[in-house]
């Protein structure tokens, strides 16, 4: 008899292995979808979507510079462990490259016509409009609703709420700039990123000081003295910088050209806690800045 009851427990506990393991397809430890955006901007919106039903984390923490990533162990181990890789796309993760082969992977800004430079490639920074973002909510929508059909009305409901908001952001962004006088309405950046922002809130982009869509790259001589002419012959008043950028060629440009160096802007990264702890807040940081330099 203690044989039998032995061999119960052992084919039940093999029954019980068997169904975990089965379900580790799909969810996470706690029974979750485990997911994994690459940059904390991109989580935020994703969690924004998913809600308590799914476990969202980052692989760059908080103020780090894409550019400048180099992937840890504990990073690969990250990548490998989690269902769903949640990426930006149009080419912005080059950090990743090989990393997540093999891995399911969506793309927020499918479906999206990005801007493309013959010089420079494919500019990636579509979540500096509110606007596009929304385009964004709804393939993590669908992706979530795939892989978790169970909480489809739960998607729905956040993606609905949170395109809402970035309705309400996309308005607010409009009026606020609508403060600046038209021909103040100029844009000198580190890399070109606003091209997306400048387009739907009536920017000029004056030119930047890394001609190129990263901040890796190194302008020339001749590059230097043309943005500084052209910053001079618009009366630019400000270069706008990312908290993670390198200021020495900004700070350069302004003692010949007089205008203002804004080096605190987040615009490919959160921050832990204030004053950019959520994408929306993090655009509207960035705007108040820019109002304030220009208006």
């Known amino acids: 008899m203690k044989k039998i009851i032995n061999s119960i427990i052992a084919i039940m506990t093999i029954t019980a292995l068997f169904?975990?393991?089965?379900?580790?397809?799909?969810?996470?430890?706690?029974?979750?979808?485990?997911?994994?955006?690459?940059?904390?901007?991109?989580?935020?919106?994703?969690?924004s979507v998913a809600g308590s039903r799914v476990q969202v984390g980052s692989l760059l923490s908080a103020g780090a510079d894409p550019h400048a990533y180099q992937p840890s162990p504990q990073d690969m181990a990250r990548i490998e462990e989690s269902q769903l890789i949640i990426i930006n796309g149009a080419g912005y993760e080059q950090f990743l490259a090989g990393l997540i082969a093999g891995k399911n992977v969506?793309?927020?800004?499918?479906?999206?016509?990005?801007?493309?430079?013959?010089?420079?490639?494919?500019?990636?920074?579509?979540?500096?409009?509110p606007n596009l973002v929304i385009a964004y909510v709804e393939n993590i929508r669908k992706a979530l609703t795939e892989y978790d059909p169970a909480g489809a009305a739960v998607y729905q409901s956040n993606a609905d709420a949170y395109t809402a908001q970035l309705q309400e952001l996309d308005g607010w962004t409009k009026t606020q700039a609508g403060q600046i006088p038209a021909d103040r309405r100029l844009l000198v950046t580190n890399h070109e990123a606003f091209g997306y922002f400048a387009g739907r809130y009536g920017f000029k982009v004056v030119g930047s000081v890394v001609p190129s869509f990263s901040s890796n790259a190194a302008p020339s001589a001749q590059q230097m003295a043309g943005?500084?002419?052209?910053?001079?012959?618009?009366?630019?008043?400000?270069?706008?910088?990312?908290?993670?950028?390198?200021?020495m060629l900004a700070k350069q440009i302004a003692a010949e050209t007089g205008v203002v160096v804004i080096d605190d802007l987040h615009l490919e990264s959160l921050t832990e806690g204030a004053p950019a702890a959520t994408y929306i807040e993090m655009m509207k940081y960035n705007v108040s800045r820019i109002v304030e330099a220009l208006r």
């Open 227 to 247: 943005l500084i002419d052209e910053i001079k012959k618009l009366n630019a008043p400000a270069i706008f910088l990312d908290t993670a950028d390198n200021n």
């Open 106 to 129: 969506i793309e927020a800004s499918a479906g999206l016509s990005p801007v493309e430079d013959a010089e420079h490639g494919v500019d990636p920074h579509m979540w500096l409009d």
């Open 19 to 47: 169904l975990t393991a089965c379900g580790s397809d799909s969810t996470g430890s706690e029974g979750t979808l485990s997911i994994l955006a690459s940059t904390t901007f991109l989580a935020d919106i994703t969690r």
